[in-house]
T-cell receptor
Framework: GNSVTQMEGPVTLSEEAFLTINCTYTATGYPSLFWYVQYPGEGLQLLLKATKADDKGSNKGFEATYRKETTSFHLEKGSVQVSDSAVYFC????????????FGKGTHLIIQP | GAGVSQSPRYKVAKRGQDVALRCDPISGHVSLFWYQQALGQGPEFLTY????????KSGLPSDRFFAERPEGSVSTLKIQRTQQEDSAVYLC??????????????????FGPGTRLLVL
């Protein structure tokens, strides 16, 4: 079956620090990969996605590259801001079935001024 | 425009009570998903609708859970005889096209704010 593993939180960083949140996956078939973000008091929002190997998704200064050889989709940002504080979820979806997204457990990111 | 809305936002139920959770997807969206998110966990897929057809209900945890979307727009998730383990946030998401007609991952799922259910 499908599964997503992401680093445990909370992750606490200072403003302007470099961010990496690791995500690895197992999947039957050839998945598309996603990062969703949940800001305090808000619903899940798509942050970025990649649909094939070596694709790079990017948005709001965040990037993640689909690495098929390491089954990974690590999230990075060069300089975080306090407003980036949120819970980040890595997710995947495989084709051929209507089974929705498979999510990781989420990583709580706290950015201190 | 309006996003996905869910009601109620919070629900407290006594064990054994039936509850109904409502989802209003974005107008015109074909696909609708329900997810269950336990505390400290990621969302887990429950069921999927393409218009009014329920194409997958493999994630529903028991036969106490029932979902419908009779006119292909609003959906209701019903939980009968609630148990304490049903306590979770129930998320609804919609997307513009169907999973079966679109290359996987091409369509973004838009999530509602969720309904937080607490069963005492």
């Amino acid at each position: 079956g499908n599964s997503v593993t992401q680093m445990e939180g909370p992750v606490t960083l200072s403003e302007e620090a470099f961010l990496t949140i690791n995500c690895t996956y197992t999947a039957t078939g050839y998945p598309s990969l996603f990062w969703y973000v949940q800001y305090p008091g808000e619903g899940l929002q798509l942050l970025l996605k990649a649909t094939k190997a070596d694709d790079k998704g990017s948005n709001k200064g965040f990037e993640a590259t689909y690495r098929k050889e390491t089954t990974s989709f690590h999230l990075e940002k060069g300089s975080v801001q306090v407003s980036d504080s949120a819970v980040y979820f890595c997710a995947l979806m495989t084709g051929g079935g209507a089974d929705g997204l498979t999510f990781g457990k989420g990583t709580h990111l706290i950015i201190q001024p | 425009g309006a996003g996905v809305s869910q009601s109620p936002r919070y629900k407290v139920a006594k064990r054994g009570q039936d509850v109904a959770l409502r989802c209003d997807p974005i107008s015109g969206h074909v696909s609708l998903f329900w997810y269950q998110q336990a505390l400290g966990q990621g969302p887990e897929f429950l069921t999927y609708f393409q218009n009014e057809a329920q194409l997958d209900k493999s994630g529903l945890p028991s036969d106490r859970f029932f979902a419908e979307r009779p006119e292909g727009s609003v959906s209701t998730l019903k939980i009968q005889r609630t148990q304490q383990e049903d306590s979770a946030v129930y998320l609804c998401a919609s997307s513009l096209v169907s999973l079966t007609s679109s290359p996987v991952g091409r369509e973004t799922q838009y999530f509602g704010p969720g309904t937080r259910l607490l069963v005492l």
